[in-house]
Nanobody, 125 residues
């Protein structure tokens, strides 16, 4: 895991868009698989998306495929999550994290010891 600061959440109507950002202070950021998870009220945290070191490989949860796009900028140590066609079911706190040893596909199953504060996304119907 890496130290991160998430931002960009907010309140949006169904069908709208938001762009989340995650900035890391990790010196070896470019050698970490990075990704997003979310946690809805009363539910467990779940995987959303992951991106490889170079950005060439991505992985998405089935529920967001075709609607969300993850990207990264290794020069600014930033990961973005572009969320389009938002649905009420996308409501939750979104968390960013990174791992140096997992592959992009393994990232969704990584057991992280710590998390940032996250950013709240609320989608109204």
């Amino acid at each position: 895991q890496v130290q991160v600061a998430e931002s960009g959440g907010g309140l949006v109507q169904a069908g709208g868009s938001l762009r989340l950002s995650c900035v890391s202070s990790e010196r070896t950021f470019s050698r970490h698989v990075m990704g997003w998870f979310r946690q809805a009220p009363g539910k467990e945290r779940e995987f959303v998306a992951a991106i490889s070191w170079t950005g060439a490989i991505t992985d998405y949860a089935d529920s967001v495929k075709g609607r969300f796009t993850i990207s990264r900028d290794n020069y600014s140590n930033t990961v973005h999550l572009q969320m389009n066609s938002l649905e009420p079911g996308d409501t939750g706190v979104y968390y960013c994290n990174g791992d140096r040893s997992a592959t992009t596909q393994e990232f969704r199953s990584t057991d992280f010891a710590s998390w940032g504060q996250g950013t709240q996304v609320t989608v109204s119907s």
